[in-house]
């Protein structure tokens, strides 16, 4: 019995190890839109001031404020692979960012946390600063809501909530990995919790290109200013599934050793 006990011990370990990278996406039944910009959400999006419900080149991003810190996020834009919007604290897409993706996993939607850094996504297995996520596919379109509890841009000496959005998107391959961003905007650095934020005010500069292959994908970056599903991101880098595995080998020798 004692032998039987330290097994399930050993179990649930392993079974913790595994859930810490996943993320529920429950369906979204809702429609991601711009109808309460200025006055009940920040909204960011590429091209400026588009409307994401009519226009299907509008990639769209909007913020409000949960208190303390925490944020709910409502993302929408068309591909058939990812749509992504990242965090930086220094209007540079690229200083190891806080990035949400959302992807196409079979017309499922994958959501994904990662920091994006230089051009190059690393997907996080502590997925615990982030809740109440869904999400929706029909075709091209994909969107997703959630809430990120606890943002503090401590690198600047603005408010907790102050970031550059960086919207962007990318595609997803038939193993399931993401490819390097695309990024479509960077804003000036914004309150995302103050309805009033928007990129429309920001001064658009000149486009710079940045090309960068990493694991033989290329990655032009451009500057400027649901079927319900348990998603993990196992699948999504070899990176990530080795860690998994890692994780699991420490699991069995744990029982081992009792």
């Not at 810190?69 to 200083?95: K, P, Q």
């Not at 994958?110 to 297995?125: D, E, I, K, P, R």
């Not at 290329?218 to 699948?235: L, P, Q, V």
Request: contains cysteine; proline residues 2%; hydrophobic residues 40%.
């Amino acid at each position: 019995m004692d032998r039987l006990f330290r097994i399930f011990l050993g179990l649930c370990v392993m079974l913790a190890a595994a859930q810490a990278s996943t993320v529920t996406v429950s369906t979204l039944n809702t429609t991601v839109n711009n109808s309460t910009c200025g006055t009940g959400r920040a909204c960011f999006s590429d091209p400026v001031s588009c409307n994401p419900a009519t226009d299907r080149s509008c990639l769209f991003v909007s913020t409000k404020s949960e208190g303390s810190g925490n944020l709910n996020f409502e993302l929408r834009g068309e591909s058939s692979g990812y749509i992504a919007v990242a965090l930086s604290t220094d209007m540079n897409a690229g200083g190891n960012d806080k990035t949400y993706i959302c992807a196409n996993n079979n017309s499922a939607v994958l959501f994904v946390f990662a920091l994006l850094n230089n051009s190059a996504l690393t997907t996080q297995s502590d997925v615990s600063s982030i809740a109440n996520v869904s999400g929706s596919i029909n075709q091209t379109t994909i969107q997703c809501v959630f809430n990120v509890i606890g943002l503090n841009a401590t690198s600047r000496a603005n408010a907790a909530t102050t970031f550059s959005i960086v919207l962007a998107n990318g595609t997803v391959s038939a193993d399931g990995s993401l490819s390097n961003p695309t990024v479509r905007t960077v804003t000036a650095q914004l309150d995302l919790s103050n309805v009033s934020s928007t990129n429309t005010a920001t001064t658009t500069v000149a486009p710079s290109t940045n090309s960068t292959n990493a694991s033989n994908v290329t990655t032009t970056i451009t500057t400027t200013t649901a079927k319900t599903t348990t998603a993990s991101g196992a699948n999504i880098s070899l990176q990530h599934g080795l860690s998994q595995a890692v994780l699991i080998l420490l699991g069995i020798l744990a029982i081992g050793m009792m």
